[in-house]
């Protein structure tokens, strides 16, 4: 079995596309094609299902997906580490967070983290609790930041930062009146329209914990994977968000949105956590976010 063939898969497994890979590999069509014939040929069985539109894995193509995925990641980290030990601190981290981190949190550490080590690169995504959790075990990434993400073995948690889940408004939004003290109950968001984050994300587990015991069911008018959506459509005034204060300390600041504390104990605890694999051994560039991150975590605390 050989190397090159490997990657071609590898690159169309990535991409769904034999021209896409093609294109990134720098290598004609034809050739990536006749890489996954002969691995084809190899294993017995077809790898991809070809279509109008690309590519897609079949199920031995997931099996051995997931293998070359690993593999080539790995390769990557044994790279980097080369390149420590030539003391030239480059390299690429692989982040996975949640959306709600882009206005305030990740940019002011990217910032903080260029400054000290430029030749580094980033891939950042953005997804559930879930989906990130699922990428730190997979090896797909080297971090994940997650909300209220669950309790794993394989899963090393290096900095936390926890506050409670406000629900966030339009200034000046009728919420504003029954609060008391800066603080609402829970059964005055019962007859609320809500925006909401899709169940796969640890905050919205916390607001479906709190409502599970109401005897109104709550009024879900967006249903979304976009905490940005949630935080812009609270900000128009046409539906109630919820997020921990610290990712919307500058809208508050500028007047653009208002922060009520929920008077409920599911809306206590909104944790963040910075975790990685267990018993995965992290690059250097990898090591030099998480020394960054934790050091934003802690000032978060302040």
């Known amino acids: 079995m050989e190397f090159t063939a490997l990657r071609y898969f590898h690159e169309a497994a990535r991409t769904g596309s034999i021209r896409r890979a093609s ?37 031995a193509g997931t099996l051995l997906a997931r293998q070359t995925g690993s593999m080539f990641r790995n390769l990557d980290r044994v790279r980097d580490s080369i390149d420590d030990l030539r003391g030239l601190n480059r390299g690429k981290v692989i982040l996975y967070g949640a959306e709600g981190l882009v206005a305030e949190f990740l940019p002011r550490v990217i910032h903080d983290f260029r400054a000290r080590h430029p030749q580094i ?39 936390e930062y926890t506050e409670p889940l406000c629900c966030i408004v339009q200034p000046n939004h009728p919420l504003e009146a029954r609060a008391s003290d800066g603080a609402v ?36 008018v967006i249903n979304t994977n976009s905490l940005e959506l949630t935080k812009r459509v609270a900000m128009e005034g046409d539906a109630v968000a919820f997020m921990p204060t610290f990712m919307v300390r500058d809208e508050i600041a500028a007047g653009r949105l208002s922060a009520l504390r929920v008077l409920d104990p599911a809306f206590q605890e909104a944790k963040v956590s910075l975790c990685v694999h267990r018993d995965r051994e992290l690059s250097f560039a990898a090591k030099a976010l998480v020394e960054t991150l934790s050091r934003h975590f802690r000032d978060l605390q302040m």
Do not use: Y
Request: aromatic share 6%.
């Open 23 to 59: 294109e990134i590999l720098h290598v004609t069509p034809s050739s990536v094609s006749r890489a996954v014939s002969a691995l084809e040929h190899e294993f017995g069985a077809p790898l991809f299902e070809r279509g109008a539109k690309g590519v897609t894995l079949t199920a």
């Open 121 to 159: 690169g980033f891939d950042i995504h953005f997804d559930s609790t879930d989906a990130i959790v699922a990428a730190v075990l997979d090896d797909v990434a080297d971090i994940g930041i997650t909300f209220n993400g669950p309790q794993r073995l394989d899963i090393a948690t290096l900095a």
């Open 185 to 220: 109950k829970l059964a005055d968001l019962v007859d609320m329209p809500l925006a909401l984050p899709e169940t796969s994300f640890g905050m919205r587990r916390m607001v479906d914990k709190a409502f599970s015991g109401a005897s109104s069911r709550p009024r879900i």
